[in-house]
């Protein structure tokens, strides 16, 4: 059987006919969740390690809201059909409307793992560019040889579906939604299981996002007591999540904290503890030589000094034998005066 998009015709009237009585959820912001684990079991196929890996779970989400922008940008359609010739595996789905005049949306996406990079139910609705948009369903399905629907959205679908009947109403707006696929479809009885299980709390190489969005964003450790602390350490002590980190050095960041070395960067102005000390020893070494110089140019004064005191001594002895010679000179020249007139 061929793709079958959401047929708009069959759900505007479904939704419009008020014995029916399905009230879209108006949202009007939309943040992307930050709800996401971390430290999770990681398997590398290449060399059969075992590990457990921690995600910057930051860094991934600018990755992925690039995405979304570039999907905005060059207005790429955003329904998406459904058929028998879907991969199997674990989707999450949603069924909205970007305005009220808009057509409906359905759109899904494979869950790879528990963090659901790309299938938050909430971070569908980043797609579209108005402030009001209209939930009608949202929830999980199972495809094999068929498609198992549920409505275990806690965003959007809790206490939605605990009222009698409300359950019916739901699992005819998506027959509704797609009549061509109408006997390939079932329903779980109850949405408190989701199947999205502890299989998905384990990362592998084969994870699509692990090549695009975590390979160059994760770092790997050998038991999860390492992982825990490092991701204690992420919170608290990197100052790209805790704005006082450079400030006050948190309890918590002790001496095994990666960031530890990074803060006492910053608080010491740029300087790590060895560096610090090196800035000592040459700042003694500085002022050391500093003193040596000083010495040096005293003694040079010292020098000169004495030399000009020398100088100057000779000067006055020299004045002072030639003042003597001639007193004598005079003195001779009287006598031979006195002489004469004899």
Known sequence: ????????????????????????IEINDVDRSQNMLNCLPFKNDENNTDNFIHLDLKSIN??????????????????????????????????FKCLV???????????????????KHKNY???CNTENKLVY???????????????????????????EGDREKYKRLIHAAFPNLSIHINFTINDTDSFIDEEFKKITTDNPLYETHYKQYSTLFKTKQECDTFGVC??????????????KIHRRCGEHCPQRE?????????????????TKANKNKNKNKS??????????????????????????TNKSKTNKNKTNKNKIKKTQKRLNRM
């Open 137 to 163: 369903v949202a929830g999980e399905f199972l495809k094999n040889d068929k498609f198992t629907f549920n409505f275990a959205s806690g965003t959007f679908m809790l206490d939605k579906t605990s009222g």
């Open 234 to 247: 992420h919170m608290y002590c990197d100052p790209i999540w805790n704005r006082n980190a450079p400030k």
């Open 262 to 278: 990074l803060l006492l960067k910053l608080k010491n102005g740029g300087k790590t503890k060895a560096n610090k000390k090196k």
């Open 101 to 119: 005049g808009d057509e409906f949306i359905f759109l899904y996406e494979k869950v790879d793992d528990v963090n659901e990079i790309r299938t």
């Open 62 to 95: 600018k990755l992925e809201i690039k995405r979304q922008e570039v999907i905005k940008t060059n207005n790429i359609s955003l329904n998406k059909p459904l058929g028998l010739s879907l991969e199997d595996g674990v989707y999450t789905y949603i069924i």
């Open 291 to 316: 003193k040596t110089n000083k010495n040096k140019t005293n003694k040079n004064k010292t020098n000169k000094n004495k030399t000009n005191k020398s100088k100057t001594n000779k000067n006055k």
């Open 125 to 127: 609705l980043a797609y």
């Open 1 to 24: 059987m061929e793709e079958e998009y959401l047929n708009q015709a069959q759900v505007s009237e479904y939704v419009e006919d008020d014995t029916n009585n399905i009230s879209p």
